[in-house]
């Protein structure tokens, strides 16, 4: 019996445009309009957009002329991102106050599924009992703001392998909180796809992303992240062994597409879209027509 294919999101830098936040700030060159049919058209029911772009949408279109957007478009999932130094103090917090007020209101408002968090940084050192207890708290503004949090641990980050992501998640326990697994952030850490399987409880994963990549590492791990992500199926990261193990743990959500290189910001939204989706898409055809003989 074949195995249905499952439906795809576009993560905000997907269809960006020209844009790599440490170097030309935060905000799409491109309409939303233009990112949003550049989406549909490419056959994604998911939409991702950062805290900098949903909030000059939110100030110059309106709440009630993008959620039309979305819908007239066949878009059914939002996507949010991105929540970090929630457990900070001083003037990071200051600022990620700031980012997650405007992230929750804006989820409340147009009803997204869920908001990315992040995991800090590598030199990050953070009391356990401490972290649980931010945590917990963000969990509980997500949910009152009918939205979850999906946290997501990367390579380069206080979290560098899905392991304390996991333990986060399952010790503070609030149904609210969850996991984004990116496959990147997988691969770099040398975490065996096999071992997600008994690792991640399925109510706890909210979020995949497929992409590909090289073996090797040029230049730092945030660089390689932006700079040298390839289309599924073009390196080495054996994505159809990814998303068998995503399918063992009962993951049954939009699979988040997210293309970061600079051949891609060198495409246009409709095209960077498109051929992230066709990429995607061939290899999960092929790995659930596999299944299904």
Same mark, same amino acid.
């Given at each position: 019996?074949?195995?249905?294919?499952?439906?795809?999101?576009?993560?905000?830098?997907?269809?960006?445009?020209?844009?790599?936040?440490?170097?030309?700030?935060?905000?799409?060159?491109?309409?939303?309009?233009?990112?949003?049919?550049?989406?549909?058209?490419?056959?994604?029911?998911?939409?991702? &957009?950062?805290?900098?772009?949903?909030?000059?949408? =939110?100030?110059?279109?309106? +709440?009630? /002329?993008? !959620?039309? @957007? *979305? %819908?007239?478009?066949?878009?059914?999932?939002?996507?949010?991102?991105? &929540?970090?130094?929630?457990?900070?103090?001083?003037? =990071?917090?200051?600022?990620? +106050?700031? /980012?997650? !007020?405007? @992230? *929750? %209101?804006?989820?409340?408002?147009?009803?997204?599924?869920?908001?990315?968090?992040?995991?800090?940084?590598?030199?990050?050192?953070?009391?356990?009992?401490?972290?649980?207890?931010?945590?917990?708290? *963000?969990?509980?503004?997500?949910?009152?703001?009918?939205?979850?949090?999906?946290?997501?641990?990367?390579?380069?980050?206080?979290?560098?392998?899905?392991?304390?992501?996991?333990?986060?998640?399952?010790?503070?326990?609030?149904?609210?909180?969850?996991?984004?697994?990116?496959?990147?952030?997988?691969?770099?850490?040398?975490?065996?796809?096999?071992?997600?399987?008994?690792?991640?409880?399925?109510?706890?994963?909210?979020?995949?992303?497929?992409?590909?990549?090289?073996?090797?590492?040029?230049?730092?791990?945030?660089?390689?992240?932006?700079?040298?992500?390839?289309?599924?199926?073009?390196?080495?990261?054996?994505?159809?062994?990814?998303?068998?193990?995503?399918?063992?743990?009962?993951?049954?959500?939009?699979?988040?597409?997210?293309?970061?290189?600079?051949?891609?910001?060198?495409?246009?939204?409709?095209?960077?879209?498109?051929?992230?989706?066709?990429?995607?898409?061939?290899?999960?055809?092929?790995?659930?027509?596999?299944?299904?003989?």
């Amino acid at each position: 019996m074949p195995h249905p294919i499952p439906g795809l999101l576009a993560t905000c830098w997907t269809s960006a445009g020209n844009v790599m936040p440490t170097r030309t700030g935060p905000s799409s060159p491109l309409e939303v309009t233009e990112r949003v049919s550049a989406v549909s058209a490419a056959g994604y029911t998911g939409f991702g &957009i950062g805290h900098a772009d949903i909030q000059n949408v =939110r100030n110059t279109m309106g +709440d009630k /002329v993008f !959620r039309s @957007l *979305l %819908d007239d478009h066949g878009i059914t999932t939002l996507e949010l991102e991105y &929540i970090d130094d929630w457990w900070t103090t001083g003037p =990071r917090r200051g600022e990620a +106050d700031t /980012v997650r !007020r405007d @992230l *929750l %209101d804006a989820a409340a408002a147009l009803g997204a599924s869920h908001v990315k968090a992040g995991a800090g940084q590598a030199d990050d050192r953070v009391d356990a009992g401490h972290l649980n207890a931010e945590f917990l708290t *963000l969990c509980e503004q997500a949910q009152s703001a009918g939205t979850r949090i999906a946290l997501e641990p990367a390579a380069f980050s206080m979290m560098p392998t899905i392991h304390p992501g996991v333990d986060l998640v399952t010790q503070v326990g609030h149904p609210a909180g969850g996991l984004l697994v990116d496959i990147w952030h997988v691969y770099r850490s040398g975490t065996s796809y096999a071992d997600l399987v008994d690792l991640i409880p399925a109510e706890r994963l909210f979020a995949v992303e497929l992409n590909d990549g090289s073996h090797t590492v040029p230049g730092t791990l945030f660089d390689d992240t932006f700079d040298n992500r390839l289309l599924c199926g073009q390196g080495d990261f054996d994505v159809a062994g990814f998303i068998e193990a995503i399918d063992r743990i009962g993951f049954d959500g939009l699979w988040g597409v997210e293309m970061m290189s600079e051949h891609h910001r060198t495409l246009t939204s409709a095209e960077g879209a498109r051929h992230a989706a066709e990429a995607a898409r061939r290899v999960l055809t092929e790995h659930h027509a596999g299944v299904g003989r």
